[in-house]
Every structure is written in C-alpha cells, then in structure tokens.
C-alpha cells in the first residue's frame, strides 16, 4: 500500500485583529442604542431588552481574547457590525481564493512543490464564498496548476479533517500524486456580532496543508499519515440556514437566521463526549496509547472544551505542550484552527513522534488524523 504524508502546511493571518474590549464596546455602544429605540416597548414589555456584554465573560467562558479578521472597520461600525467585503469583478480572483491561495503557497514551499506539481484541490470550509464553479476549480487557476481536479466540501469546522483523509484516501489510490487541502474561513462574513451571547466567538484565517505519497516526497519535514477516522451525528444545535432556496421559500426567513446560530451549552456537552470516544477508540485501533502521542492539535473553539476532550482522552490533564491553544489569539477560525495549530506547534518533533488533529463541530461532524514524524 502507498504510505501517505502531509509535508508542508501554510497559515494566512488577516492583518486586522479586534481585541475583546474592542468588541464589546461596540456591542454594547450598538444594544445601548437599541434599547434607547426601543424605551416604550421595553417599558411595555412587549419588547425585550438587550443585554449587555462583557470582556470577563468572554475570556472566563471560552478562553478567547482576540480574534483576527478580513476588515475591522466595518465590523466595528455600529451601522453594519459585519465586514466591508469589495465587490469583485467575474474575472479577478476571488477573496476565498486569494487568501487561501496565501496559505497553499507558503505550504508548497514548505513541500518543495509548487503550483504546478498538484493535481487535487480541495477547498474544505464552512463559509464558502459562492455556489458554483467550485472555489477549488478556481483555486487549480490560481496556483498554476493545469493537470487534475478539484472540488469544494463543507463539513463546518471539521472540514480540514474530513479533507485530509479525501485527500490521503485519493493519494493512496493512485488517484492523486500532489493534494492540496485548503481552508479559507471567512467566519466574520457569516457571523452575528449583534448576538450577545455569541458575538466573540469567531475569527478569520486560511490554512492549507499539501498531502503526497511518503516515497516520492522532497520536504524536509514529513508527517505519515497512520491514519484517519471520522464520524457525523445529526443535531440542529449548531446551525445556518442560508442556502439556494433562501429566494424561493414561501416566508421571507429572519435576517439571523441565515446567520450561525447555537446552542452552546448544548454544544459542549454533546460534542465533548463524541470526540473524545472518536479520538480513543481510534489510538486504540492503531494500537498507540494516549501517552504516547506528543501532541493533540485540537480543533479550537473553547479552552475548556479542548482540556476536558485531551483529559478524557489521556486520562489526566493536559499540559500546555500536549494540547496547544491558539484560540486566545485567533478564536474560533472553523476548520482552519486545528490546522494553525498544528502549523505554529511542531517544529519540535523528532523523527518517530506521533501527533494527532482533530477538528469537530456542526454536523455534529467530527475527525481524527494520527501523523508520525519520519
Ligand atoms: N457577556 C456577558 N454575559 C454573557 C455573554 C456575554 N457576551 N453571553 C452570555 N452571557 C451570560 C448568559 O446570559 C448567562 O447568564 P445567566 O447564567 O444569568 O443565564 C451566562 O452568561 C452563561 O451563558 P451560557 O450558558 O451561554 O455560557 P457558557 O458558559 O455556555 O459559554 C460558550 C458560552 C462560550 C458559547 C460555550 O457554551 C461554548 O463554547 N460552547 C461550545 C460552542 C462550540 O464549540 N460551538 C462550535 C460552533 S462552531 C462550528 O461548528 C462551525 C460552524 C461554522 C462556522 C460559521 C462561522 C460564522
């Protein structure tokens, strides 16, 4: 069988990042604003007012204290409170393509490849710019490469995970000699920053990773992949209701309810356990022993989340090396985050340590990826 191997991966940070206090200012500039509007009705009760956020909370209940993001000015004007994104022309590259291109190349160069070397694009996220043709097609263009395929998969934040193993299964076949997963998350476009309760939630970023057989590879860095694993579970408690149909219904749908939209507690309580099991159960088919892998990079989400998912799993908790966090820096970046953190945290492997990645969440949807440095 062909042994697999991711051998470069590439980050792209937006420029603008927005601190906590940044962002609750102008939440709670904005719901002040409101409930000035709206003083009668409040006073009625017809009308209920809108709370007030607070960076303690934000930081206490998920660890989070910055986020970075494709335009601050507009997400921090309390007339639109979502980012300016420029109209672009048919034949300019589009801005998924453009910023995950960034991410494919410096993961090329890491490779030793370049845009010419890849046949398979995939373009794997939850906030996909446009229906068709595929962000991935786009993407073969944009990188030079003119031999292969491409296409796009949604699986929310697991999505990395999910197209990897598309990826390694499509190498291991003879389907593909150079894949690329790509994961340009433009979460600020879809996000509600005029809910409270999850307005701080998430970030920008694009992350790409090049997958190759092990024989033929010239990076310096190689990662085998042992193995992948993958599970759905249907729930609406992570959920966006935008999609085709949106003109064509017969009642015109809430403005947030094509927007994210959770329970959150419910999250947390459902998803921990669910990976924790995938993550187990898979070191244990591949016969390793949650003490001998060197790293969890995490899908990154919340702080406690991932301690709890890395403390079930080990049996103990985690240390700061094991189980890396990203998330105070970056927030929630969907899919891209297990990447960034796997991407900024394994310079330090020698050659036999093992790592594993993870990314989960709507679906529920989640994934395991157990690499050997060799
Ligand atoms: N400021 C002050 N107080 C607040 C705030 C705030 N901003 N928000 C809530 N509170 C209050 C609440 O009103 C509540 O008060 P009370 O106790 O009086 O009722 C109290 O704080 C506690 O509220 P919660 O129960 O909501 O708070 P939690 O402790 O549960 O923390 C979290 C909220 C941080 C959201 C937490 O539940 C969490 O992280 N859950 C997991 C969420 C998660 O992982 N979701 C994954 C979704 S991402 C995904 O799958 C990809 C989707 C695609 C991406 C699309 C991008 C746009």
Request: with cysteine; proline share 3%; glycine share 8%.
């Amino acid at each position: 069988m062909i042994r697999v191997a991711i051998t470069g991966s590439g980050l792209y940070t937006p420029q603008d990042s927005i601190s906590n206090d940044e962002l609750v200012a102008c939440y709670n500039a904005w719901a002040t604003r409101e409930n000035a509007a709206h003083a009668a009705a409040i006073a009625a009760g017809t009308v209920q007012e809108l709370p007030m956020s607070s960076t303690e909370f934000i930081y206490k209940a998920s660890g989070i204290q910055s986020r970075y993001c494709i335009d601050k000015v507009g997400t921090l004007d309390i007339n639109r409170m979502r980012p300016r994104v420029r109209t672009r022309r048919d034949d300019e590259p589009s801005l998924m393509v453009e910023i995950g291109g960034i991410a494919a190349r410096e993961a090329l160069t890491n490779a030793g490849r370049s845009g010419a070397d890849v046949d398979f694009v995939i373009v794997a996220a939850s906030n996909l710019q446009r229906a068709y043709p595929a962000m991935a097609v786009e993407m073969q263009a944009h990188l030079g490469s003119t031999q292969g395929f491409g296409y796009d998969m949604n699986v929310a934040c697991a999505s990395a995970a999910f197209g990897i193993q598309a990826a390694v299964d499509a190498v291991r076949l003879g389907n593909a000699r150079c894949a690329l997963v790509i994961n340009p998350e433009i979460t600020s476009g879809h996000h509600n920053w005029r809910n409270r309760d999850c307005h701080f939630i998430f970030g920008d970023a694009a992350t790409a990773v090049v997958v190759e057989p092990l024989e033929t590879a010239v990076a310096k860095e190689k990662f085998e992949v042992l193995g992948t694993r993958l599970k759905t579970q249907f729930s609406n408690n992570i959920r966006n209701n935008f999609g085709f149909l949106n003109i064509a219904e017969t009642e015109t749908r809430a403005w947030d309810d094509v927007l994210f939209q959770q329970e959150g507690r419910k999250v947390f309580k459902e998803v921990v356990p669910m990976v924790a099991e995938l993550l187990s159960s898979h070191l244990a088919d591949l016969g390793l022993k949650p003490d001998e892998v060197k790293r969890f990079w995490l899908h990154q989400a919340n702080l406690s989340m991932n301690q709890l998912i890395a403390k079930r799993v080990l049996g103990r908790d985690p240390d700061e090396i094991e189980a890396p966090i990203i998330l105070d820096q970056y927030a929630n970046t969907s899919s891209a985050g297990c990447v960034i953190a796997f991407h900024k945290h394994h310079a330090d492997f020698a050659v036999g340590d093992v790592g594993l990645l993870s990314g989960f969440g709507a679906g529920y949807s989640a994934g395991s990826v157990v690499i050997r440095r060799v």
